[in-house]
């Protein structure tokens, strides 16, 4: 069994952008510019962006942080876009979610221009990433889609199930893993809260996604022997064993799973540290795009 380490992969990829954008900065050239809107004090959606700020600056990015308090107003929400999407020195930038009630989150991603959508989540990104054409697909997919790149894992005709069918992972994995190109031609089954025998369902997996966002849902007897397990959850569970109180588990029971696989990423370290070395990926993508 290997263990499939995305903090490790994500440095190297981290590092090769470094690369990219010091060769840049000699030549006089502009370097990318992520910028993140954030609302609200939502302990989890701090921590994303700080380390989303944090790769920023490894990759030697600027990077600009927008803070709202969780009462304001749509409109001031929207009229930021609109400055961004505007602003030239600006080559992509996201709104962290979940937002609060009172805004809509459809209206807000809508407003963001397509080609600044580094995280690819305007409906022209997803149509066009459907169709397999250029265009930003959003981080965790991708992040999952280059682990496997880099580890070479076999996909062609393969069986993969994804459980849980998100925007933002599921429906855009099953589609991308399904395609016609290297690292997809995966026979795909999506399954989710209605899925019938999901047991079994689980158990045809030569490669199997666990995007529910449930603690330690998926168990040993629901692995076929040999499988490739993709672990997206993340999850703040209670341990009063550590200083402060709390440890990320997966949705995978990693300590009885791991050994019937042949191949597992960790929590933390596995699918996380991918997803934010994507969007660094897709920020240098948005300047070239910007630049053409
Ligand atoms: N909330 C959870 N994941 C994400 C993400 O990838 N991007 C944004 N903007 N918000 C999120």
Redesign the pocket.
């Known amino acids: 069994m290997i263990i499939l380490n995305g903090k490790e992969t994500a440095k190297i990829i981290t590092d090769e952008i470094a690369e990219l954008v010091k060769k840049r900065k000699k030549e006089g050239k502009k370097i990318p510019h992520l910028a993140a809107i954030l609302v609200g004090n939502d302990g989890g959606?701090i921590t994303?962006i700080n380390n989303k700020l944090k790769a920023c600056e490894a990759c030697g990015f600027e990077s600009t942080l927008m803070r709202f308090d969780d009462s304001v107003k749509e409109s001031i929400i929207l009229n930021k876009i609109q400055t961004l999407n505007e602003d030239d020195n600006v080559d992509g930038f996201?709104?962290?979610?979940?937002l609060p009630k009172h805004i809509d989150e459809t209206k807000v991603i809508l407003s963001i221009d397509p080609i600044k959508d580094v995280?690819g989540?305007h409906p022209m990104n997803i149509g066009k990433m459907t169709l397999n054409l250029p265009s930003f697909v959003?981080?965790?997919p991708s992040g999952i889609i280059e682990l496997i790149r880099r580890y070479k894992i076999d996909t062609k005709g393969k069986n993969c199930v994804i459980i849980g069918r998100s925007n933002?992972v599921g429906m855009p994995l099953s589609i991308l893993l399904s395609q016609n190109k290297e690292f997809g031609n995966c026979t795909v089954t999506l399954t989710h809260s209605q899925t019938k025998n999901l047991k079994e369902v689980c158990k045809t997996a030569d490669i199997l996604i666990a995007a529910l966002g449930q603690p330690l849902f998926v168990t040993k007897d629901m692995i076929k022997e040999g499988a490739v397990v993709i672990d997206v959850g993340i999850t703040r569970v209670e341990d009063k064993t550590k200083v402060n109180g709390w440890r990320l588990v997966g949705d995978v029971d990693f300590s009885s799973v791991a050994e019937l696989t042949s191949a597992i990423t960790p929590v933390p370290g596995g699918v996380g540290p991918m997803?934010i070395a994507s969007?660094m990926m897709n920020t240098l993508k948005a300047m070239d795009l910007k630049e053409q």
Request: aromatic share 14%.
């Open positions: 959606s994303y996201i709104v962290q979610l979940p995280d989540f959003s981080a965790t933002i997803t969007l």
